[in-house]
């Protein structure tokens, strides 16, 4: 998003909050503001997303796709920081609360809402998988997965245009096809649901986006390099500083072996990671581990040298430092500083 579409943005929802404040908050104002969350949910700007949801959530309590913007949010902002180690429980018992909020809404809701009721429930269960799944609970994370995954059939089933609601069905399929098509029972169902994450690329804002990054690593995986470059472009033209699709450009770049660019990018993604509040210590050593890559390749030693010790000698807080990405880039670091400094070199 350029900077004049932003200022105009921002005009909007000025004026939309004067309009709001001291009155009663209609369906239209209150779809301004969620729609606003939105685009600041793209942009990163985590706080002023939830401050907009929280002005809906004030006047409309039972605003269903509030309730569900509220936990996308959060559980959002710790895939990027990839702190879910450190505030995933908190997170699980926050959408555990929402998805009981959004069951006892289920049979109040009419018409497309119901559906709609039903897309955001099985978000939140999905949700919930995801994070049990990344701090280690397997068992539950599978079960709340399948139980999404359930919910997302009846969608389609009801409506098969519902394209949001394959997103999860296309991710349980490729995930659980990848790790145990080997079963005769299961068998091999990637390609299929690599068509439905395409399907959900076509689903409303900002499900596509989620369905762009999703499909995105799935293609780096296969090797489907170029593919994945031209997904992750097109998103960045709207979005130029949207550091989780600029660290799969950066990915993808240096899988081409345009080492100069990849570079370029990396520098980018460190320096917008400095900007952040918090620090994004995710994107930031991802961009040093690019760079660090680019100058291995080109034989830099010099660049390698300084490189490596600025990253050994960040001020990284303790409870970042025990997370397991942020351990496999420093001894990325230490072991790229270690080559440099033997006598081969």
């Known amino acids: 998003m350029n900077k004049s579409n932003f200022a105009f943005l921002n005009s909007v929802i000025v004026l939309s909050i004067c309009s709001i404040q001291g009155s009663e908050l209609g369906f239209a104002k209150a779809t301004v503001l969620l729609d606003s969350a939105k685009t600041y949910l793209m942009t990163q700007d985590y706080r002023k997303a939830e401050r907009f949801v929280n002005m809906v ?3 409309q309590s039972e605003r269903i796709e509030a309730l569900y913007l509220r936990c996308v949010i959060k559980q959002t902002e710790m895939l990027d920081y990839e702190s879910y180690s450190i505030y995933g429980e908190d997170f699980l018992k926050f959408a555990d609360t929402v998805s009981r909020e959004l069951r006892y809404l289920l049979p109040l809701e009419k018409g497309r809402d119901s ?3 039903l897309f955001y429930l099985g978000g939140t269960l999905g949700g919930i998988g995801i994070i049990q799944a990344k701090i280690g609970n397997w068992p539950f994370g599978v079960r709340n997965a399948m139980a999404s995954v359930s919910l997302f059939k009846q969608i389609i089933k009801i409506d098969p245009e519902f394209n949001a609601a394959y997103l999860g069905i296309g991710i349980f399929n490729y995930y659980l096809s990848d790790n145990f098509k080997w079963l005769p029972f299961f068998g091999d169902k990637r390609e299929v649901a690599i ?9 409303p804002f900002p499900f ?3 369905a762009c990054n999703s499909l995105c690593w799935i293609l780096i995986s296969r090797g489907l390099i170029k593919t994945a470059d031209s997904v992750a472009t097109q998103v960045l033209i709207k979005y130029p500083d949207n550091t989780t699709f600029l660290r799969i450009k950066v990915r ?6 345009h080492l100069e660019e ?3 990018l990396a520098r980018k993604l460190i320096d917008l990671s400095k900007k952040r509040s918090p620090e994004n210590w995710s994107d930031m050593l991802s961009g040093y581990q690019a760079l660090l890559m680019s100058f291995d390749k080109l034989g830099q030693k010099k660049e390698c040298l300084d490189t490596s010790a600025k990253v050994l000698a960040l001020d990284i807080p303790g409870q970042f430092k025990k997370i397991q990405y942020v351990k496999k880039h420093l001894k990325y670091a230490a072991e790229i500083r270690k080559k440099y400094l033997s006598d081969k070199f």
């Open 57 to 59: 959530l004030d006047k």
């Open 115 to 117: 559906l709609k009721c």
């Open 195 to 203: 068509q439905q994450i395409r399907l959900a690329t076509m689903a």
């Open 208 to 210: 596509n986006f989620a």
């Open 252 to 257: 993808t770049v240096l899988g081409n072996n």
């Open 262 to 264: 990849a570079i370029n």
